[in-house]
Nanobody, 121 residues
Framework: QVHLVESGGGLVQAGGSLRLSCAAS????????MGWYRQAPGKQRELVAV???????NYADSVKGRFTIARDNAKNTVSLQMNSLKPEDTAVYYC???????????????WGQGTQVTVSS
């Protein structure tokens, strides 16, 4: 079994910062990519940022220049540093990983339980 556990959400004023962390544990052979998605009330879940095992990153246009994703391959963790937060960043943030549990198994996609980020104006 694989578990992704997020931490670091909370309430912050506009212009403030938060740092989210996610740790993957369990039967993990390799992780291809880890990332963060978010879902605001009444909206579809959307990609925020993703990072590959090689360090390549991709960001949503709405967070470029404000958010930074980082990864520790040895610890199977990913973080999201969020600066200059805006009320429209308010959402539940989900950790996501593409990984293999065995060397011959296909890559599977896994989700964390989500952590609430609320930005007040």
């Amino acid at each position: 079994q694989v578990h992704l556990v997020e931490s670091g959400g909370g309430l912050v004023q506009a212009g403030g910062s938060l740092r989210l962390s996610c740790a993957a544990s369990g039967s993990i052979f390799s992780i291809t990519a880890m990332g963060w998605y978010r879902q605001a009330p009444g909206k579809q879940r959307e990609l925020v940022a993703v990072i590959t095992s090689g360090g390549s990153t991709n960001y949503a246009d709405s967070v470029k220049g404000r958010f930074t994703i980082a990864r520790d391959n040895a610890k199977n963790t990913v973080s999201l540093q969020m600066n200059s937060l805006k009320p429209e960043d308010t959402a539940v943030y989900y950790c996501n990983a593409d990984l293999r549990t065995r060397p011959t198994y296909p890559t599977g996609n896994y989700w964390g339980q989500g952590t609430q980020v609320t930005v007040s104006s």
